[in-house]
């Protein structure tokens, strides 16, 4: 903080990509585009007089 550096924590629960395509609650996890989104826009828009450090993204929706 010193050096004018920031740092930011980002801790993301599990996502809709290729990779998790056979899990069987695949349409109610994070869409990757949306937690991008959301990234830029904390790690962009901070203002001077305080920092925000971490992120935790977690699904809303869950399997009935």
Known sequence: ???NIRVL???VGRMKTPMMQSAPDWQYLIDPIDAAKAIY???VTQPESFQI???T??????PK
């Open 57 to 62: 993204i977690s699904r809303f929706s869950f």
């Open 9 to 11: 924590d980002v801790f």
């Open 53 to 55: 450090d971490e992120i």
């Open 1 to 3: 903080r010193r050096k």
């Open 41 to 43: 826009t904390t790690a």
